[in-house]
């Protein structure tokens, strides 16, 4: 599975030009709960893939996006690092092993549960994504959590 190159370069641009934009509010909304650095991590990491753009844009999918969820946890830090970075980690080792039998939803399923088994364990994760996620959807986020910890293999697989 490969992906266009000029594809891959574009939504790495994409990504990091709308980070780049929203940082400062991005900042400003993780001041209300935290430390007000999500912005400028968030910027930080996406500068350091964006800085790999040529290398990542000419691998497969799979690997690709294993590489780019390395270089976030490495350069993102906080609960984001660890959050983004699993999700597409995740995503590129399920794309990897099943290649052609298993689909992106599939593998999108599988990701999902890893950034929640990351949450599961890292009590300021969920701090991050209760500042994520809209605030509609928070009272589902807090049942899943409450329901993750206590029955970790909840989701299906």
């Known amino acids: ?20 934009a929203n940082s400062e509010h991005l900042c400003a909304l993780d001041r209300a709960i935290g430390d007000g650095d999500h912005g400028t991590n968030m910027r930080r990491g996406c500068e350091a893939v964006s800085a790999e753009d040529a290398s990542v844009s ?9 590489k780019i969820g390395l270089t976030l946890v490495m350069s993102i830090g906080g609960a984001a690092g660890p959050l983004y970075g699993t999700l597409l980690m995740e995503m590129g080792r399920e794309l990897r092993a099943a290649e052609e039998e298993k689909d ?54």
């Open 1 to 20: 599975m490969l992906a266009e190159p000029v594809l891959l370069m574009g939504l790495i641009e994409a990504c990091r030009a709308t980070i780049a």
């Open 104 to 157: 992106f939803s599939s593998a999108l399923k599988q990701a999902i549960n890893a950034v929640a088994r990351v949450v599961a364990r890292i009590p300021e994760t969920r701090r991050f994504l209760m500042f994520s996620i809209p605030s509609r959807t928070r009272s589902l986020i807090d049942c899943l959590g409450r329901t993750l910890h206590a029955r970790p293999n909840v989701l299906p697989s």
């Open 58 to 66: 000419t691998l497969p999918l799979p690997d690709a996006l294993e």
